[in-house]
């Protein structure tokens, strides 16, 4: 019986799930009943599988997303006013494809962040690469790449990804060199792959944001005309969650 030298094939051509599942099979008299396509399948579905986790894996790890987020685990009650036809179809990732955007809004503390966290985790299962950044650290490491050298670099790593999410959008005040910069990220990104911003500034004040009007016409131009709007609303999730007990007088 050649069983050994198969297994070491399967190992030489990294199948190791295949493997697996095949080395089961050998030791489970049960599999001896069902058809050969039956089981050929079953090794197939193993490795695919196998294969499917190691990918999203990689995608979580590279886009860094801050929450464990799963649409699974969202909240979409009427009172937190998300449209969950919306938020659900927004989880199948056509948007990405499209070159689209989403805008994540509402007051402090609403799930702004876990929403779009459980956005960014479909987008990895759908095997789009994604990268998630607060915007005050992206604009830090912005800085940082220009001093060293890696500008060119860091920004041909903004244009390829498909997703990039800008949490705590206009949080901060931005200078007129941080606003050309993000510019510069965003003209990149135009029609070529799709971005989502989280903020709870609303959209009405985010001209007045940046300190350059011709800028920010640009910058809206390219971000809020082709995005869904995902508004959130309710008390703040940190007041509701936290562990302390509420005085009672």
């Keep these: 019986m050649l069983t050994q030298p198969l297994l070491d094939k399967l190992s030489r051509l990294r199948l190791t799930a295949f493997r697996a599942a095949l080395e089961e099979q050998l030791h489970n008299p049960q599999y001896a009943a069902l058809p050969f396509e039956d089981r050929l399948g079953i090794l197939i579905d193993r490795e695919c599988t196998h294969r499917d986790d190691k990918r999203l894996k990689r995608r979580l790890k590279t886009a860094r997303l801050p929450l464990p987020a799963t649409i699974e685990d969202l909240d979409m009650s009427a009172s937190r006013g998300l449209d969950r036809s919306l938020v659900l179809h927004l989880t199948q990732g056509e948007w990405i494809a499209q070159h689209l955007n989403i805008l994540v809004l509402g007051p402090t503390g609403v799930g702004k962040t876990f929403l779009t966290c459980a956005l960014a985790h479909s987008a990895c ?51 007129r060199s941080q606003s050309q910069d993000l510019l510069e990220i965003l003209d990149d990104r135009y029609g070529r792959s799709a971005t989502l911003v989280a903020t ?43 562990p302390l007990p509420m005085p009672t007088t």
């Design 200 to 242: 709870q500034v609303p959209v009405s004040e985010w001209h007045a944001r940046f300190p350059d009007p011709t800028i920010a016409d640009a910058i809206l131009d390219r971000l809020v005309h082709n995005a869904y709007r995902l508004t959130l609303r309710g008390e703040s999730r940190r007041k509701t969650d936290s």
């Design 125 to 175: 299962r759908y095997d789009f690469t994604v990268r998630y950044y607060r915007t005050s650290r992206l604009l830090h490491q912005i800085s940082l790449a220009r001093a060293d050298g890696s500008y060119p670099k860091l920004l041909g790593t903004f244009a390829r990804t498909q997703l990039l999410i800008f949490d705590d959008w206009l949080r901060d005040p931005l200078t």
